[in-house]
Structure formats: structure tokens, C-alpha cells
């Protein structure tokens, strides 16, 4: 991190996790094209300097790659002193990085559970609030913390990857409604399945097939951006992933772990081993 260069700081500047693919990706051009410069997070160092070059070329931002594996709490203690001694408070922050798992809970290793929370929960915790508090004292910022719809229902064959993301939508709201009025927002995007390599990387082909429950990673994106901006706190792109949530908010639980189970059975046929 210490080789990025400061550079002009007149524009303004946006933090994006896991931005080597998928939305994260699509989270960066968005933001190129509104002019912001951009600080590029992932693992892949060989992708992110190539996304980084590809922005600075076609819509003359500044995007550096920052490569680190936000599992690693040394490694996000160092990303969050980082961030915070900027010249420049990021204006802008998207918690994207995650990945998740298909299967039955006890058959997944306990490092690999451990490792998603520390992913999907403690880095996007840490992150969000290394940086709020300097939007809060500037009077301006715009979070995004990526969900999922199962965030709001229990998910047996998703179980941890399903608690995490309802810790991220639960977190994203409270926020949200603690930060009103200081010109700081926080919003959660509940996007259903994408096409992304969330499913490619299992071997879960099938999912593709679920319209009408399947929106394009363009539009869940842009879903986001406009929610990000508008200071919307809680988004869920298609119509049928928002009547799927709302129907899991009213029916009794029993029914929603039932129909949730079955759902899951038949069109993730109990792979495992998803990583986005």
C-alpha cells in the first residue's frame, strides 16, 4: 500500500472491496464514469492492475490496485490505518468482497466458516467504521455494504453465508438510521442470484435458470449505485426478489426454513465450495 502514489486530490475518491469481478467490477466503471478516482481492493493483484489501467485509460481517473486478503487481520489493520491516513477522505465506500459456501453447515471446515465471517462480517464492520467517522466530521459520505435476499430468511445449505449477510443487513440499517442528519449514509444492496463466479466457481450452471428470479449483475449494480447516491437504506433489485423478501418478512417461519430448504435442494443440488 505504501507504493501508491498521492496524487491530485481534487476529485472525488471512492473505496471499492473485492473489486476483481462482478459487481465490484461493474461498481468501479460505474464509478469511473461519474469521475471519481478509485482505490481498487482485492486479492489478484494481476486483475486489479489490469481493471485499474483499463479505468484510467478510458475515463481518465486515477485507479490504484490495493492487493490485500481481507480474511487476514493483519492485513485489514493495515488497510483500515491505511484508508484513514489518507490525504483525501474517501467519499465513498462499497463493501462488496464476500464469498460464501453450498452445503450442509457441518460439512464445512471450521476455517473455512471462520474465514467467511471474517470476510463477509468483521472486514466489512471494520472498514465501515474506519471510515465513517471521518465522513461524519467532513459532513459527507456514501457507504454501500453488498447483501444478499438471504438476508432475510434462514437458509439451510447457506446457513453461515445467510447469517452474514443478515448481520449486513441488520448493521447497514441501524447505521444508516444512527448517521441521519450528518450528511453520511449507509445502504444495503439484497441482490438475488447473479451471474457471477459466486456460482461459476461451484459448478452450479442450474442457477441461470431461475428467472424470473435472476437480474443481470449490470442491472443489480446499478441498483446499487443509484441507491448508494439517493441514500436509499435498504435496495433489492427485481420485482420478484422483492416480493420473495416480503413474503419472508410476513409468513411464519417454519414455512420460510421449509420452502427456503426445498428451493435450495432443487436448484443448488447440494454443491459446495462457492467463492466470489
Known amino acids: 500500500m505504501s507504493e501508491l502514489v498521492k496524487k491530485d486530490i481534487s476529485k472525488p475518491l471512492a473505496v471499492i472491496t473485492g473489486a476483481t469481478g462482478g459487481l465490484?467490477?461493474?461498481f468501479a466503471r460505474l464509478l469511473a464514469q461519474r469521475g471519481f478516482d478509485l482505490l481498487l481492493v482485492g486479492r489478484n493483484r494481476e486483475k486489479l492492475e489490469s481493471l485499474a489501467a483499463l479505468l484510467n485509460k478510458n475515463f481518465k481517473v486515477s485507479a490504484s490496485p490495493i492487493v490485500s486478503d481481507l480474511s487476514s487481520e493483519t492485513e485489514l489493520r493495515k488497510l483500515c490505518t491505511f484508508l484513514k491516513t489518507l490525504p483525501q477522505t474517501p467519499h465513498v465506500l462499497i463493501n462488496n468482497a464476500g464469498f460464501g459456501f453450498v452445503g450442509n453447515a457441518l460439512s464445512m471446515a471450521p476455517e473455512k466458516a471462520q474465514e467467511m465471517i471474517n470476510v463477509n462480517v468483521k472486514a466489512l464492520t471494520a472498514l465501515t467504521l474506519a471510515l465513517a467517522p471521518q465522513m461524519k466530521e467532513?459532513?459527507?459520505?456514501?457507504?454501500?455494504?453488498?447483501?444478499s435476499i438471504a438476508a432475510f430468511m434462514p437458509c439451510p445449505?447457506?446457513?453461515?453465508?445467510a447469517s452474514t449477510k443478515a448481520y449486513v443487513l441488520s448493521f447497514s440499517e441501524a447505521l444508516n438510521t444512527e448517521l441521519k442528519g450528518t450528511g453520511v449514509t449507509v445502504s444495503?444492496?439484497?441482490?438475488?442470484?447473479?451471474?457471477?463466479?459466486?456460482?461459476?466457481?461451484?459448478?452450479l450452471e442450474s442457477t441461470y435458470s431461475l428467472n424470473?428470479?435472476?437480474?443481470?449483475?449490470?442491472?443489480a449494480a446499478?441498483?446499487?449505485?443509484?441507491?448508494?447516491?439517493s441514500g436509499t437504506p435498504v435496495t433489492t433489485?427485481?420485482?420478484?426478489?422483492?416480493?420473495?423478501?416480503?413474503?419472508?418478512?410476513?409468513?411464519?417461519?417454519s414455512w420460510t426454513r421449509y420452502i427456503t430448504h426445498l428451493w435450495l435442494k432443487k436448484f443448488l443440488n447440494q454443491k459446495c465450495g462457492a467463492i466470489s
Open 138 to 147: 467532513k459532513g459527507v459520505g456514501r457507504i454501500l455494504n453488498v447483501a
Open 188 to 203: 444495503a444492496l439484497c441482490p438475488g442470484p447473479l451471474a457471477t463466479a459466486f456460482w461459476d466457481r461451484a459448478g
Open 237 to 253: 433489485p427485481g420485482i420478484a426478489n422483492r416480493l420473495l423478501t416480503v413474503t419472508a418478512c410476513v409468513a411464519p417461519r
Open 157 to 161: 445449505t447457506m446457513a453461515v453465508y
Open 222 to 229: 446499478q441498483a446499487g449505485i443509484d441507491a448508494l447516491f
Open 212 to 219: 424470473p428470479w435472476m437480474t443481470s449483475t449490470e442491472s
Open 24 to 26: 465490484g467490477e461493474i
